[in-house]
């Protein structure tokens, strides 16, 4: 099953819409449902993959805020992968730089969040015994595209039960694997295994940290002067030509669409 609530997340930026992300009431709604669906009604694992720097932070903060509103219940949390560790860390001796609401958050987590069970995987034995975890849990994995890493065992072996879920919360590009699943596959090919797709599929929309059509021509347009040679080469091709060619008709700059092995003499 595929359930899609909002604008799809999986734009690298959109070029042709406005706006592109539900906000965030909305898409917390939206997570706090898939979780509680999931662990406490269907009995299953969550299963989420995520980018390791930045994305997976923002997801931990998340649920630890939505367990301290006692909208999720206390659950083992798994981030399985050495890089989110690592990024993690560095994260949490930078505390100062971060803002008094995930100060405040880190120490309510410090004197009351003993139940909710963040575990950091860095072994590989580790990473497989996760493989046996039939319930309740949330699995943070790598890579946030599902193409490679350890997230493709973990999807291995929940994908084709239909207790469990996997939250979409990023960019998917054309042709990977997470794509795939956001699209309604009912099948996939992992490590040479046909899976058959069982599981339900949630696309988060609100969490991308990619600007819509309005937060591209807002900076754009912040420009003192305008460069002399514009080229749009990110994104779906749709999106990047309707970018293009709005950037031509409002700002009036020289734009351009390379295709690939094109060169440039400036």
Known sequence: MILNYGPCCWRTYNGDRTPFHRDIPDTLDELVYAINNTIEQKGGNVIIPA????RTQDLLILLADLYRQGRINATNIYVDSPMALAATDITLKHMALLDKEANDLM????????KLRINFIQDVEESIQLNNVQQGAIIISASGMCDAGRIKHHLKYNLNRPECSILITGFQAAGTLGRRLVDGVKRVRIYGQDISVRAD???IGGLSAHADQAGLMGWLEHFHTAPKKTFVVHGEPSNAASLAELIKNQLHWNVDLPEQNTSFTF
Request: proline residues 0%; hydrophobic residues 40%; aromatic residues 20%.
């Open 51 to 54: 980018f390791t720097v930045g």
């Open 107 to 114: 120490q309510w987590l410090n004197k009351n969040g003993a």
């Open 201 to 203: 599929i949630y696309t």
